[in-house]
């Protein structure tokens, strides 16, 4: 049971849930290394598919270059054989010819260079755009479930390192490819046409490049998938301790976070370590097979020239072809490289874009009836459990009628989050349905239901901007004016009137400078302006101070006098105010009726109803 | 910089941009001897590359023309041996390299996240974590890349430039200087180049932290974004920063583009009037054909130095950029340290005796003071319950014991000690706290309540546990040794509430500072923990943020903070009956003042209390 001070792995060796470390299990099982790299493969052409057009003029510009590139050695010798004769008989006429085609190829060779560049790089950012955009659009479709297990430092991190990775081969990489490509392929036709069995020894080195490359990929796969899945524990390490960086020093956790954060780090170095290594193996590997291909074409085509079965001059050319021929597989295994790196990344981000939701958006949409009292809410057999073993509502049958406030109470663990979690649609039950005005959640669009429902918890999240932008959030269409009556409705105003800059005081990083209590406040107007049908409040005002929990009691009279609402509460005063209040024990409804009948009835409601009467005095 | 203005070091302005890289170097001494062998294999495996070619030349110059079959394998031979060589020494080039800047990337990771440790509260409270991040992720594989990359073929094209240029000189001295004084232009476009680069990355690796800092801020917010279905408008929100960042690239991609194009005419125009000149000295007699072609042979070997250039360059500016921004962190310096007489209290000699004296507390870039002139005195064993409206200034008040703040103004002493006359550590030892938002580490519960004592004994945990009623950790599936927080099984806010209760109590510290401990706790729960609470209050001195009047009868005094100002001070009962304001604060009568809602007896949603 001890945890000892040097056993640093310890804490992560007790999962939870296999699901935790599911990312990590990704990399091992092979069946989906194949699954997500065919899908990886896919999202790469979707991807660039609306840039075919555009990757066919810059392949074309990247061709004229290269073109142009040619041409210079070859007017430079051109001008040495042909211009200099003329000259010396007093004729300029050659040498200003061949002058000005040099200075027309140069002139040609940067355009081309410059547009190459400029248009790939356009591409690439494009690409990268596209995708950030998608991963991040689909992160926020995924359920609450699915981040759970998810975690919020590996959702950064696909965003940002993985992105990163792919950002790098984007910026360059494909002149590498073209360039290699076509030298390839047209030296071999050089060479072949040049001297068969001379090419024949040549192409003798094509299947140990081959050969080695396979391993390459191979090897380079796995190792990279162990960097990205790395880096991201890193960063979910980072973000962790940097949220609570406050009882990490209350607590004197440094040297321990230290060690952690060393190990997790040390993992990452060594999994790039060996990325490094397999690049440190494989692009010498390519040098030897080049290296010693030069050296048997030497001795053969200097036997063979011996021999008088080819020429000299043959033999020569060969060889400088063979240098055009293996200096481009060079910078091609670079880029293999980085391609291998940027695949590792785009696997991962493939896996997300093909997760799918375990709350997913109807197919065909429902529309929410029409009624002059809208939010009636039932529960039929509900059950749900967030592990399949455990159970947490079995069987919950429970209706609401539109406008009723209801107050769950009962101990920790009854259930009461679950229903309101429930009733947000954050989870769908395991069996049974929860229905909104009689239509299934399952079957109500995204944005009708988030339209009639909300959910306030005690955890207010303030987002980066200003107070009167955090209110805004419940309704974005909302003017200053209604932001403001918001605030005052639910006794905000005051507090927020007194910042430095008003309703625009920037509230940072998680609302930094804002008090808990303040935050929930906030939290209560974006709930008061977004005027839902039905209002959940699970534990929305533990924070608050007596005053100003009046004030919010007193603004909930009125604010949920037209609505359902659904209010979980630990203080009894927010209780009291309720039309009727369930008493929740094991997922199951014990007590159901109006507060003042519960309390003079002798259940846990009235046991619990003296208790917090005589804590008052 | 962070998006608003914080204190951070100035941007260094009128510095080189270099500088900041430079000051890492440090980080390279332990590996100067392998950065000086990797160089040496680089320019060896370099010649080796260049003498193949060599030695092919003389194959078909020498044996092949001559007739000599021994020549040619001897010949042969070489160049295989001079293959391998080269193939090795660029193997172990990288080898070498891999590691040390692996290691460096990986020593300067470390220490940045330990100075994130040291530095305080309000560091973090005005940073974006996601610059933070960015600055640990992305800044450092720049870096790396420079290291393994960049500095390295910067170091080997200047030295090939060098070199072909003085052989060129030495060929012809004419032309030699030609393509020499092409390092002119060559040399105003790379440092044109080099500040405009150097602009463009930093903004663009700002906005890469931007990103992630709101990339982490919706991981956070995924509830709320959720509840009230704005996935739209953050996707928007998203899309603004991408495209921001988009369009960052987009530039740096021209300005790369335009420069890498002119790093290939300067060398081409060069090559164009070496062939003019150089025809026009031949036609004279001055210069042999031979030469001439040795000449423009030699001179095409630059190209590659003078391209590769723009990359180098460019990798250089954004190694530099990521080292200002590594710097920026790294040269903040921690304001909350050990003095250098600072003093350990032994935990058997503490008395117990809190004064605040005259503190105010501003935080760092505001104007106005959250806390003015407080004075204020919790006896040994005494309990001190702070009482004020939301957002008064309790909680700051109470994060000034433990110094995650340092007061301002005026001073907090422990039985007469300054705690900035403490060791932190041990100060920080002396202190239990929980604050009102529990935090708990993705790590089993037995860690996270031995947290600040890894080496508490079973017993003193089961006692703490026992005395916030969180009995529930044992019935957790692997009981204590379960994982919680975020990685882990997720707590609903009343256990974490007891959890971070029972660490603070844990091996019960000298000095309990607890903010609104038992807020998300059902009554019931609440009134066990209390009973509990008050056996271990009666001899600890204790600081206690109260909202609610069921928590007051934990303390002996109250204190009332009315807008950073402590306004009165008494019983609880004392102040009920002389201080309004305190009435009002905290009694469960609502205030005699009429609501403005006129509540109909039996209707639903009224205020009835």
């Not at chain 1, 965003?159 to 047209?186: F, Q």
């Not at chain 1, 290594?277 to 001795?299: D, E, F, H, M, Q």
């Not at chain 1, 896996?351 to 109807?362: A, T």
Request: with cysteine; proline share 5%.
């Amino acid at each position: 049971m001890t945890a000892t001070g040097n056993d640093v792995t310890r804490w992560r060796g007790v999962a939870v849930d296999p699901d935790a470390d599911r990312s990590r299990a990704e990399d091992t099982d092979p069946e989906s290394v194949t699954r997500l790299r065919a899908l990886s493969r896919v999202l790469l052409r979707d991807l660039l598919r609306p840039h075919r057009c555009r990757l066919a003029v810059a392949v074309g510009l990247l061709l004229s270059q290269n073109a142009a590139a040619m041409a210079g050695p070859y007017l430079v010798m051109l001008g040495i054989d042909r211009a200099i004769g003329p000259l010396r008989a007093g004729d300029g006429g050659p040498l200003a010819a061949i002058a000005a085609a040099f200075v027309a190829a140069s002139a040609v060779e940067y355009a081309a260079r410059r547009g190459f560049l400029t248009l790939s790089a356009g591409i690439g950012q494009a690409v990268l755009l596209d995708l950030r955009e998608r991963v991040y659009a689909q992160f926020l479709r995924l359920p609450v479930a699915f981040h759970e297990r998810y975690t919020s430092g590996r959702m950064v991190s696909r965003l940002t390192s993985d992105l990163d990775s792919i950002g790098e081969l984007v910026g360059g990489g494909l002149d590498s490819l073209v360039l290699a490509a076509l030298s390839v392929l047209s030296v071999a036709g050089i060479l072949l046409w040049l001297d068969l069995p001379l090419a024949a020894v040549t192409l003798l080195a094509f299947p140990f490049l081959f050969g080695l490359s396979r391993w390459f990929a191979r090897a380079s796969a796995a190792a990279y998938r162990r960097t990205r899945e790395t880096i991201a524990l890193v960063i979910v390490h980072f973000i962790e301790s940097m949220r609570g960086i406050r009882a990490v020093q209350a607590f004197r956790r440094e040297p321990r976070n230290q060690r952690i954060f060393g190990t997790v780090s040390d993992d990452y170095r060594r999994a790039s370590l060996q990325t490094f290594r397999l690049i440190a193996t494989y692009s010498p590997g390519i040098k030897v097979i080049g290296n010693v291909t030069v050296a048997a074409v030497l001795c053969y085509g200097g036997w063979r020239v011996l021999r008088g079965a080819t020429e000299l001059g043959v033999l020569a050319a060969f060889l400088l072809y063979l240098r055009r021929f293996f200096e481009p597989m060079q910078d091609l295994s670079q880029f293999y490289n980085s391609l291998q790196s940027a695949t590792a990344a785009l696997e991962k981000l493939s896996g997300v874009l093909h997760e799918r939701p375990s709350v997913p958006e109807p197919a065909r949409p429902v529309p929410l009836p029409a009624t002059p009292h809208p939010g009636a809410v039932a529960f039929r057999s509900v059950t749900f459990g967030y592990r399949a073993d455990a159970p947490i509502l079995t069987d919950l049958d429970l209706t609401v009628p539109a406008g009723q406030t209801v107050a769950l109470i009962g101990p920790t663990g009854a259930g009461k989050s679950t229903i309101a979690k429930l009733l947000a649609r954050f989870h769908d039950p395991v069996s049974g349905t929860v229905t909104l005005d009689g239509v299934d959640l399952r079957d109500l669009a995204d944005a009708d239901l988030r339209r009639a429902v909300v959910l306030v918890t005690q955890e207010t999240h303030l987002f980066g901007g200003t107070v009167a932008e955090n209110i805004r959030f419940g309704r974005p269409g909302a003017d200053d004016a209604a932001v403001e009556a918001a605030a005052r409705a639910i006794g905000a105003h005051d507090f927020i009137a007194a910042l430095p800059d008003g309703y625009a005081t920037q509230v940072h990083r998680r609302g930094g400078r804002l008090s808990a209590g303040q935050r929930q406040l906030v939290a209560f107007a974006r709930a008061f302006l977004a005027d839902p049908a039905v209002l959940i409040l699970d534990e929305a005002t533990s924070s608050l101070d007596v005053p100003t929990e009046r004030t919010v009691q007193r603004a909930l009279g009125t604010i949920l006098a037209d609505r359902t609402a659904l209010v979980i509460a630990h203080r009894l005063s927010t209780v009291e105010t309720a039309d009727r209040v369930l008493v929740l024990d094991a997922g199951r409804v014990v007590e159901d009726g109006p507060p003042d009948r519960l309390a003079e009835a002798d259940g846990r409601y009235a046991a619990l109803h003296r208790q917090w009467r005589d804590s008052l005095v | 910089m962070p998006a608003e203005s914080d204190g951070s070091p100035a941007p260094t302005a009128g510095r080189h941009p270099l500088h900041n890289l430079w000051r890492l170097r440090h980080y390279l001494r332990p590996h100067a001897a392998e950065f000086g062998w990797l160089m040496l294999a680089g320019l060896a495996a370099t010649g080796a590359g260049i003498s193949v070619p060599l030695v092919a030349q003389r194959v078909v110059d020498g044996p092949v023309a001559r007739q000599d079959p021994a020549g040619l394998v001897r010949l042969a031979g070489l160049a295989l041996l001079l293959g391998l060589a080269e193939a090795l020494l660029i193997f172990v080039r990288r080898w070498v390299q891999s590691s040390s800047s692996m290691a460096i990337e990986a020593a300067i990771r470390e220490d940045v996240y330990a100075h994130l440790q040291r530095l305080p509260a309000s560091f973090h409270d005005r940073w974006q974590s996601g610059q933070l991040l960015s600055r640990i992720t992305s800044d450092l594989s720049v870096i790396r890349r420079f290291l393994s990359f960049g500095l390295f073929f910067l170091v080997l094209n200047l030295v090939t430039y060098v070199a072909v240029v003085v052989l060129l000189i030495r060929l012809h001295t004419a032309l030699g200087l030609v393509v020499a004084a092409s390092a002119v232009p060559l040399f105003l476009i790379t440092r044109r180049f080099a500040r405009a680069y150097h602009t463009a990355s930093r903004r663009m690796q700002d906005q890469q932290g931007d990103v992630a800092t709101l990339v982490e801020e919706t991981a956070q917010g995924l509830r709320t974004m959720k509840a009230y279905g704005r996935g739209p408008e953050l996707v928007a929100r998203f899309a603004g920063s991408a495209r921001t960042l988009h369009d960052t690239g987009v530039g740096k991609g021209r300005l790369l583009a335009r420069t890498s194009a002119l790093l290939d005419l300067v060398p081409n125009l060069t090559l164009g009037v070496v062939l003019v000149t150089g025809a026009a000295a031949a036609a004279r007699g001055v210069l042999t054909i031979g030469e001439l072609v040795a000449f423009v042979s030699l001179q095409l070997m630059l190209t590659w130095p003078v391209q590769g250039m723009g990359w180098i360059i460019a990798n250089g500016q954004e190694a530099a950029t990521a080292a200002d921004r590594v710097q920026e962190v790294l040269t903040t310096p921690p304001a909350i340290v050990d003095a250098p007489h600072a003093v350990t209290l032994p935990p058997a000699e503490v008395a117990g005796r809190l004064r605040f004296e005259a503190v105010s507390f501003r935080y760092p870039g505001t104007a106005a003071p959250v806390l003015r002139g407080i004075d204020l005195t919790v006896e040994p064993g005494e309990t001190l319950a702070l009482v004020g409206a939301t957002g008064c200034g309790k909680s700051t008040l109470l994060s000034l014991v433990p110094r995650l703040h340092d007061v301002t103004d005026g001073r907090i002493t422990l039985d007469g000690h300054d705690l900035r006359d403490l060791r932190l550590a041990a100060l920080r030892r002396l202190v239990g706290v929980a604050f009102e938002e529990p935090t708990l580490f993705s790590m089993s519960v037995w860690e996270n309540l031995t947290l600040g004592r890894p080496d508490a004994a079973e017993d003193e945990v089961r006692a703490a546990l026992a005395l916030a009623q969180a009995d529930f950790a044992y019935d957790l599936p692997w009981g204590l040794a379960t994982r919680v927080g975020e990685q882990g099984l997720s707590l609903s806010g009343g256990q974490r509430q007891r959890l971070a209760l029972a660490r603070a109590v844990l091996g019960r510290p000298a000095l309990l500072v607890l903010d609104d401990p038992l807020s998300a706790l059902d009554v019931h729960t609440e009134a066990l923990v209390e009973a509990a609470l008050k056996r271990v209050l009666g001899n600890t001195t204790a600081l206690l943020v109260v909202h609610r009047p069921s928590t007051i009868a934990l303390a002996d005094r109250v204190a009332l903070l009315e807008q950073g100002r402590i306004t009165a001070v008494g019983t609880h009962s004392e102040l009920l009956a002389t201080v309004p304001a305190y009435r009002a604060v905290l009694s469960a009568e609502p205030p005699p003042v009429v609501p403005a809602i006129d509540p109909t007896p039996g209707g639903r949603g009224l205020v009835r209390s």
